[in-house]
């Protein structure tokens, strides 16, 4: 195989690799500087109260502390108490995936800010589930073993949620 014609790219190729980076990157100072005036604990009470429902919906007596940094959840019965952080609202994934698509500049503008409604959406319901999920886990399996789990959770929706989803969209947005 000849690997010269991997790396031959054209400078119309190069072009839309330059400005793919250039917009990724102010897209998402843009979006962080905005995303930085808000509370971290806003973010974190967002998923810690749904969170919460759904636990009391399947039988948790839970209690959140939603006046501090991070959010704290305990759960009757459980000895430790739960944190929500930084890291748990999957902000970071979102500016990643939204700076991704919005510096897509080949494609429409339509589908681009379609593309940003829907992550926010997916990655919303999706880290909702693997914040539930991980709960769970050591609800039913014990610290030890959750924990484990929790950073194979985690690494996955990092994977999925933004190779993924950003791999779908650009697949909807070449149509």
Not at 8 to 14: F, G, R
Not at 60 to 68: D, Q
Not at 128 to 150: K, T
Request: aromatic share 20%.
């Amino acid at each position: 195989m000849d690997y010269r014609k991997f790396f031959a790219w054209s400078e119309h190729d190069l072009r839309i690799a330059g400005k793919f980076i250039f917009f990724f990157a102010a897209s998402f100072a843009i979006i962080n500087s905005v995303v930085s005036f808000f509370d971290i604990v806003f973010f974190e009470a967002l998923f810690a109260a749904p969170t919460s429902f759904f636990l009391s919906l399947i039988g948790f007596e839970n209690t959140l502390a939603l006046g501090t940094e991070p959010v704290t959840m305990t759960i009757a019965g459980l000895e430790n108490v739960i944190a929500f952080t930084y890291l748990c609202t999957g902000l970071l994934e979102w500016m990643i995936i939204t700076s991704a698509i919005l510096a897509s500049t080949e494609a429409k503008t339509e589908k681009r800010l379609k593309g940003v409604l829907f992550a926010t959406i997916g990655v919303f319901a999706f880290n909702l589930f693997r914040i539930n999920a991980s709960i769970l886990a050591v609800l039913f399996i014990g610290l030890e073993a959750a924990s484990f789990s929790h950073d194979i959770f985690f690494r996955v929706f990092l994977f999925l949620s933004i190779a993924g989803f950003y791999y779908a969209w650009l697949k909807y947005a070449q149509k």
